[in-house]
């Protein structure tokens, strides 16, 4: 862990952060020398955070010798240049065995999934957290997601709990709850858009202060990622709404025909830029032959 608390901050509050696929080859195996160009190849594009075996990397269906192998790899690979940010979830004995990996590897952080299969209280999911997270003395950004779902009260109490959590991710996208959360507990945490395709909500979150998102399509067109962040930053509405209009919105709208699309479609994406990550694990699935057509499509448009 080389990032102080205000160096983590500062990296999550300015500047894209990139969610990299996890590579496999054809025997469906983590592919290391593929994911390495991957990552230097984020970092040649100015990301200012890396976010490995993640939601987009398929965290759900690594076992622990893919992620040691990843986390391993990626500090090596980054070599401080900016933070590593792991992830971790499921149990949580399993949350701690993923943590401790990270932290042996040298990981500047964790995001912390929210657990799996079965409706969560919200005490219970602060609890959970919580014993996660004392844990290590490494910096956490919790993902609030699916059936982890904190309200504004449960998110302040998690963070007085814990001085080690820097950071909540929105992966709902309900705005008013954001908003009712950011102006509950304040400056204390830094605040992350996380929806999937997190561009097609980054001028509303903008609005409420929420400066920086998680973009997966970096990892097929890159120049446009930083173009899009560049111009919202900057106000520039007209290039913000081109883009949206003609890469975002059919992109979410071939996204929405199946699930699990959200990583499918990156990964074919890569595949379609001559930088294949291989194909998605089960459950999930790769898109069709007419579906990819459709993605190329929208990729020339765009390019």
């Known amino acids: 862990m080389a990032f102080s608390v205000e160096q983590m901050r500062s990296a999550l509050s300015d500047g894209l952060l990139s969610f990299p696929v996890t590579d496999f080859d054809a025997n469906g195996k983590f592919n290391a020398e593929t994911f390495r160009q991957r990552l230097e190849s984020f970092i040649e594009h ?8 993640g939601g987009t990397g ?25 933070p590593v940010i792991a992830s971790a979830g499921r149990s949580v004995s399993d949350a701690k065995k993923f ?13 912390l999934m929210p657990p799996f299969l079965t409706e969560c209280p919200e005490d219970g999911i602060v609890e959970y957290a919580s014993q ?3 844990s290590s003395k490494t910096h956490f950004i919790y993902y609030n997601r699916g059936n982890g779902i904190l309200t504004a009260e449960s998110v302040k109490a998690l963070a007085a709990a814990n001085p080690n959590m820097v950071a909540l991710k929105d992966g709902v996208g309900n705005i008013a709850a954001l908003n009712d959360t950011i102006k509950t507990v304040g400056d204390r945490l830094v605040y ?10 980054a001028e509303a979150y903008l609005s409420i202060g929420v400066n920086t998102y998680s973009s997966a399509v970096f990892n097929f067109m890159p120049e446009m990622a930083n173009k899009f962040y560049k111009a919202l930053r900057a106000g520039d509405q ?5 883009i949206i209009k003609d890469f975002f919105i059919p992109f979410c709208r071939l996204r929405d025909r199946k699930k699990g699309y959200a990583v499918s479609l990156i990964k074919a994406g890569t595949t379609l830029m001559g930088h294949t990550a291989g194909n998605v694990r089960a459950p999930l699935t790769m898109p069709t032959a007419g579906e990819v ?8 448009k765009n390019s």
């Not at 992350?192 to 097609?200: N, Q």
């Not at 057509?293 to 990729?299: G, T």
């Open 46 to 53: 100015g990301v200012s955070s890396i976010f490995v075996a």
């Open 192 to 201: 992350i858009g996380g929806v999937p395709t997190a561009e097609i909500f």
């Open 99 to 111: 943590v401790a990996i990270a932290d042996e590897a040298g990981c500047d952080g964790i995001l």
């Open 132 to 134: 996660i997270m004392a």
């Open 238 to 242: 007209a290039v913000v709404t081109a």
């Open 58 to 82: 398929e965290f759900f269906s690594l076992d622990e010798d893919d992620y040691r192998q990843i986390v391993e790899l990626s500090v090596a690979t980054v070599k401080g240049r900016v």
């Open 293 to 300: 057509a459709e993605l190329e499509a929208i990729i020339k």
